[in-house]
């Protein structure tokens, strides 16, 4: 596991961009894993910049979300899909239809899960994938507990991570209960992982993450594992490692 401590957010932003500018332009029909958020909106915007200048190209560049909200419709200003067009599909030359989100209004949320992981494997698996991680160290919707799940499927939302995602809704009674996650087995295929961490609310889970113990209690722990990992954090968010 590889560490950049940044000074700040833009800092971490930046790192984080460069990083996957590096994976598009070495491999132009790339297939990234995208995760949504406050914390990757400045990589977005960095990317969205580098396009602008002319030195990146999406035209065949390909993309599955990490994980979506249920039941939502892709229209709602709090979907990951809207997140995904405002933040960064519509300001780049993707092609939207090589862009995949799980879909919150799925009929039968056990058999679009089990379609979507077939879709990463005839992608042959991303090769990045971007995370941020829960005050709690979830990755993706994949809370603290005794077992995860190996695919994607659709999980019950904790309350602190109902509370914490309180703020982009009226009020924490409009947050969906659900969510549709991949799980770590599609995590775990991408060739390469980035996590970004910023602000003392995730130093706990940072210092969890990179004690060197592993613990489906801290779901982020389970990264260690992995043989192509880089933690990007700002200094607040490793306040707390010794």
């Not at 700040?8 to 984080?16: F, G, I, K, Q």
């Not at 058999?111 to 992981?117: E, I, S």
């Amino acid at each position: 596991m590889k560490l950049i401590v940044a000074k700040n957010y833009d800092e971490m932003s930046a790192e984080a961009a460069k990083i996957m500018a590096e994976v598009i332009k070495n491999k132009p029909d790339c297939v990234l894993g995208l995760a949504t958020g406050s914390t990757p909106v400045g990589m977005y915007a960095c990317l969205v910049d580098m396009y602008n200048k002319g030195e990146l190209d999406f035209s065949k560049v390909k993309s599955v979300n990490l994980d979506e909200y249920y039941p939502i419709v892709p229209e709602h200003d709090q979907s990951y899909r809207y997140f995904m067009n405002y933040n960064l599909f519509d300001k780049v030359n993707i092609n939207k239809e090589n862009t995949f989100v799980p879909d919150g209004t799925c009929a039968d949320p056990a058999a679009f899960c089990k379609a979507y992981d077939e879709r990463i494997d005839a992608m042959g698996g991303t090769d990045i994938q971007v995370l941020g991680i829960g005050r709690n160290g979830h990755i993706g919707f994949n809370e603290p507990d005794t077992e995860l799940l190996y695919g994607t499927h659709l999980t019950d939302l904790t309350e602190d991570t109902i509370d914490a995602n309180a703020r982009f809704f009226a009020s924490a009674n409009d947050v969906p209960k659900q969510a549709l996650t991949m799980g770590m087995g599609p995590i775990f295929k991408a060739r390469k992982i980035i996590l970004l961490a910023n602000g003392v609310n995730k130093a706990e889970a940072i210092k969890q993450t990179l004690a060197g113990k592993v613990s489906t209690l801290c779901p982020s722990t389970l990264l260690t594992l992995h043989p192509d990992v880089t933690v990007i954090c700002d200094e607040d968010a490793y306040s707390l490692v010794k």
